[in-house]
């Protein structure tokens, strides 16, 4: 995926929305304009990345058991050194 950011300066435009999408079409990858700043496709940009992940993890097999994953207990007062965090 290709993104070209900060889209709500277009005044300070480097490279073209054509030129983009051409260079993403040369790369097999999507193109999206984006601006952090203003909000401006963040959300659909960060679907479309895990959509596109998803679409390149194989199919799992129904007889499959699938691992169980179980967050790691929280720790707190840990000391590394001389050093104590939380």
Not at 33 to 39: G, H, L, Q, R
């Amino acid at each position: 995926m290709l993104l070209g950011n900060k889209c709500d300066m277009a005044e300070r435009r480097v490279v073209s929305r054509e030129r983009g999408e051409k260079i993403a079409s040369d790369h097999g990858i999507r193109f999206l304009e984006t601006s952090a700043k203003a909000n401006i496709q963040i959300d659909k940009a960060f679907y479309d990345l895990a959509e596109a992940i998803l679409d390149k993890m194989p199919v799992k097999d129904e007889g499959m058991k699938q691992p169980t994953i179980r967050p790691a207990e929280p720790q707190s007062n840990v000391t590394i050194g001389r050093l104590s965090c939380c």
